[in-house]
């Protein structure tokens, strides 16, 4: 230790590159470029931390520009640099971006990820039967039966799909969990899973209200122009049983623009009325990081290139998203409208002030018969 050396100094620079490209945590990148100046140098001249992202993340590979933009008050969010050449600001820039990305694509808090469900395939009966059921976690919501339901078909290998929005424009999805619904009302409470699910991620293909604009299709197929799928999963086998499956893909993904899309592929129960094939899902969950507020895409049409937009002022997920461990995100506007009646009642019940003829609906906890619920 008497004579210090720096073994990089005694190594080709491509050799220097190969051996610091072995490291899989980008802290460490950002570790190492804190070694020394000349660490330093080789870790950002060579866009390490870049090519690290883009090792795990491969969508990164499609943008066209990176955008730091800061917090105003007054004037919102407003663009405080731009690089999309390699130039001696951008470099640096690049590196900055890229080491906190990683490490919040790694470190933010993982959680339910979905905001709102968009639009299915098929649905038997609307709108008791629609997607948006999927979104809660319970099978019964006051004394009745929440579920999706797909139109019933004669051939068992007609697919389907259910797209949903996530919270955030760019999400790090780990795992999808589903569901699928026990119909306890029909005779031998047959379960309408699906034989296998798939899963695909992407975006709009063009600047659309996902709400009104989607409203009266009727099927969205993966080849639709409507939406550009960057990622297809493997197909997963599903399980004929009534719990919630967990579907963990091969390794996180980065989802660029919020769409997932689930597809459903063949059916194995056959409804014993009109003996036809149905998929029926109770509840849809996806975990992951969103990584909004800190970041954000703009998607440039027809290239499927995007501007990628860092704000360092924004507060973390983990800080501005925490939610109850039982109460995610997904659920809809009118189930949080329907909790606080069922809440606001509890409490007039505690006080006396029941009007006659009202009751609170225990949900799945009251101990109620087959005859109260209606397929």
Not at 107 to 128: G, V
Request: aromatic share 10%.
């Amino acid at each position: 230790m008497e004579e210090r050396l720096d073994f990089l100094d005694l190594l080709e620079p491509d050799m220097s590159r190969k051996i610091l490209m072995c490291l899989d945590d980008i802290s460490d990148i950002v570790r190492a470029s804190a070694v020394s100046r000349c660490w330093q140098h080789l870790v950002i001249e060579n866009g390490l931390s870049k090519q690290l992202c883009l090792r795990s993340f491969p969508p990164l590979s499609r943008v066209a520009s990176i955008v730091e933009v800061n917090d105003s008050e007054a004037n919102g969010h407003i663009e405080v640099a731009c690089s999309s050449s390699r130039d001696s600001k951008s470099v640096p820039r690049d590196h900055k971006v890229y080491a906190y990305f990683a490490h919040a694509a790694t470190s933010f808090l993982m959680r339910s990820c979905i905001l709102e469900a968009l639009i299915a395939s098929s649905t038997d009966n609307e709108p008791e039967e629609t997607i948006n059921n999927t979104l809660e976690p319970r099978d019964v919501v006051a004394r009745r039966a929440l579920y999706w339901s797909s139109k019933g078909q004669f051939k068992p290998d007609v697919p389907e799909t259910l797209i949903y929005r996530l919270v955030s424009n760019l999400c790090v999805v780990t795992e999808i969990d589903i569901r699928p619904f026990q119909a306890f009302f029909q005779p031998g409470s047959p379960i309408y899973s699906a034989k296998a699910v798939r899963f695909r991620f992407g975006h709009l293909n063009r600047v659309m209200n996902p709400r009104s604009d989607l409203t009266g299709e009727s099927h969205w197929g993966s080849g639709n122009d409507t939406f550009i799928w960057t990622y297809t999963s493997p197909e997963f086998p599903m399980a004929q049983e009534n719990y919630l499956q967990k579907f963990i893909l091969p390794e996180p993904v980065l989802c660029v623009g919020g769409i997932l899309q689930i597809e459903l592929l063949g059916r194995v129960q056959r409804q014993e009325t009109d003996a036809l094939f149905y998929i029926c899902v109770s509840h849809v969950k996806v975990i992951g990081r969103p990584l909004s507020p800190s970041f954000d895409i703009e998607i440039l049409a027809p290239s499927g290139e995007f501007l990628l937009k860092c704000n360092y002022q924004a507060k973390t997920t983990c800080n501005q998203l925490i939610m109850l461990e039982n109460e995610p995100r997904t659920i809809l506007p009118t189930y949080l409208e329907r909790r606080v009646v069922e809440l606001r009642q509890i409490v007039n019940m505690l006080r006396g002030n029941v009007v006659q003829g009202e009751y609170y609906a225990w949900g799945e906890e009251e101990d109620e018969s087959d005859e109260d619920f209606v397929a």
